[in-house]
């Protein structure tokens, strides 16, 4: 057993669960048993309290985004410069590969036009059976190493390294990649992301100002293909991942962010071998990650805080079309039911201070909020189709009180977001008509997935499905 496997089988919470408090089986047994009363009334009730799971779902959702609006009013100015730290570390990017010979030159290319390039650049091949070693042979000079081994370094290229390994997912490539590297700092870049000139400067500052940052996630901008449908979910996707950043943001500023992207995420390199690495078990092995840092850094108090960082920009591809929307999203919810469960005693312990008692029981009712939608949608629908005009009425006027809220919100946290990243200004035409039509098209989309995701957890059939994208690859060949 290698040292990573060692440690991972010591800190895996998958593998030894910790005693679940009171406190936490109580919120997670609430959560249950207030949908089932909640959604009772609709047989018990005449008048708006039959939708009373509805306005619940509202509440929370409202009460959600008054938090992020409150935590992220600090935006509205700009925030002070990020001091020099006292020594700059050496960075090395990973980056995780499948099958992705169509995107891998211009990836690669990017990193190593970087205003800051990275001081070395590993490309973890996960048993690509593509066109993937004529990229790297015709592109960078490298010849394909043994499997399990890894290349000299490109003589194009003097940073870039090849490991090819046979074909186990992305959480095992990152965990052979991670060994070979001699940085301090580690980050982890999807072979379909594309990494703003800035960014890997932006995350070596930031790593370089606060000792006790452990890891950090940059902010995506989802693309996808060019097709009807792939314009009609990146129209949708860009303006969930701004909403989802700010929040993220919002949660930082507690020390409750638990929610990083591995598209672009950065780490320091020996705290991620400590705790053992990625769990190849897990759907959404980058999240799970993050809740054993959380613990390890609880149980010897060392402090670390993990972070968004607005400069640290990329591009990355997303799925255009509903089948492969709906894979994505019920692979990430699965995932997230189960570092839920495998971390179930966090939920309300305040050993993990605001992040065990605010963020994980947000977390906890996060796990049905699907569920509360696509119930209150049902209802109405229901309502509607048997005549209870008498219901109708008054919930399609808190439908219009919360998607004029949604709205305001919507059109200031794009202002806010451009603010903080420098990302291009939204068409407000566009933006208004996304807020509009979003909770009868794109959440229901969502919530559906989501519910996918519950089958997925609930029968143990977790595995990654087959995605197809071409949003990077189709812009490239344009």
Not at 167 to 180: I, Q, S, Y
Not at 375 to 395: S, W
Not at 419 to 446: D, H, K, M, N, Y
């Amino acid at each position: 057993m290698s040292s990573l496997e060692t440690a991972f089988a010591a800190c895996s919470p998958r593998l030894n669960p910790r005693p679940v408090p009171l406190v936490a089986r109580l919120i997670s047994a609430s959560v249950a048993l207030f949908l089932i009363l909640l959604f009772a009334q609709a047989f018990i009730r005449q008048g708006i309290g039959a939708w009373a799971t509805g306005v619940v779902y509202i509440l929370y959702d409202t009460a959600l985004l008054a938090f992020t609006f409150w935590q992220v009013r600090i935006l509205a100015r700009p925030l002070p410069p990020v001091p020099a730290g006292a020594a700059r570390p050496s960075l090395g990017v990973i980056v995780a590969a499948h099958n992705e010979a169509g995107v891998l030159a211009v990836t690669i290319d990017t990193l190593l036009a970087s205003d800051d390039p990275p001081d070395a650049i590993l490309l973890a091949d996960d048993g690509s059976t593509d066109e993937s070693r004529r990229v790297m042979l015709h592109r960078y000079g490298l010849l394909p190493p043994e499997a399990g081994f890894v290349s000299p370094p490109s003589t194009v290229a003097p940073t870039l390294r090849w490991l090819r390994l046979p074909h186990g997912g992305k959480a095992r490539a990152l965990n052979a990649a991670l060994p070979l590297m001699d940085t301090e700092i580690v980050l982890t870049v999807d072979a379909d992301t594309l990494l703003d000139p800035k960014a890997v400067g932006a995350m070596r500052r930031a790593f370089a100002a606060e000792p006790a940052l452990v890891a950090a996630t940059g902010v995506l901008d989802p693309v996808c293909d060019r097709s009807p449908s792939g314009r009609f979910f990146q129209w949708f996707q860009r303006y969930e991942y701004v909403r989802n950043f700010l929040s993220r943001f919002a949660w930082e500023r507690l020390n409750g962010l638990l929610l990083i992207s591995g598209a672009c995420a950065a780490f320091r390199r020996q705290a991620v071998i400590d705790v053992g690495g990625f769990d190849p078990e897990c759907l959404v092995e980058d999240y799970e990650l993050i809740h054993r840092l959380h613990r390890h850094s609880a149980d010897r108090g060392l402090g670390w805080r993990v972070r968004v960082i607005g400069e640290a920009r990329a591009t990355t591809d997303a799925p255009g079309t509903l089948g492969a929307f709906l894979r994505q999203r019920r692979r990430w919810f699965g995932g997230f039911l189960q570092t839920q469960h495998w971390n179930r005693d966090m939920v309300g312990n305040r050993r993990f201070g605001l992040l065990g008692t605010a963020m994980l029981p947000v977390k906890a009712l996060d796990t049905l909020q699907p569920i509360y939608g696509l119930a209150a949608f049902a209802l109405l629908v229901v309502f509607l189709a048997t005549g209870r005009t008498q219901i109708v009425g008054p919930v399609l006027l808190v439908i219009l009180v919360k998607i004029l809220i949604d709205l305001g919100f919507h059109l200031w946290s794009l202002r806010i977001y451009r603010r903080w990243t420098g990302a291009p200004e939204a068409s407000t035409p566009l933006a208004i008509l996304a807020s509009l039509l979003e909770p009868f098209s794109f959440q229901l989309i969502r919530h559906g997935a989501a519910a996918w995701g519950w089958w997925t957890f609930l029968t143990g059939r977790s595995n990654w499905g087959i995605q197809t994208r071409g949003g990077i690859h189709a812009r490239q060949t344009a």
